[in-house]
């Protein structure tokens, strides 16, 4: 996958609403505000380690949905046949240069596939 702080980043946005309030905000003002761990604790009135604490629970948590229900991986292969797809029209294209029918079908798959691309971002 991605850096440790990307993929929990993509985890907590498709799985963010499945955690506690506190956990999102912890996360959020961690993640999102870059505050550390002590300026959360201060907000809260907690101590750091409660924070840490929280942010590994809420971490564990997004790992088990991914793990359950695959949202992430499925993202990341729906994005790599999408990439395959285009490479595969690209070299039709090629070998079928003179074909000027063929080409206005393989450039409007490829309008398609690029409002796909357009979609996973």
Not at 8 to 35: A, C, I, K, P, W
């Amino acid at each position: 996958m991605i850096d440790k702080i990307a993929e929990v980043s993509l985890l907590y946005d498709f799985y963010g609403q499945l955690l506690t309030e506190r956990q999102r905000e912890v996360m959020r003002l961690y993640h999102e505000e870059n505050y550390s761990l002590s300026e959360i604790a201060k907000e809260y009135l907690i101590s750091r380690q409660g924070v840490h604490d929280t942010l590994k629970k809420a971490e564990r948590a997004l790992h088990e949905y991914e793990e359950k229900l695959g949202l992430v991986e499925k993202l990341e292969m729906t994005g790599r046949a999408i990439r395959e797809i285009e490479t595969c029209i690209v070299k039709m294209a090629e070998d079928h240069a003179g074909d000027e029918g063929l080409k206005r079908e393989l450039d409007q798959i490829s309008r398609i596939i690029k409002s796909l691309e357009q979609l996973e971002q």
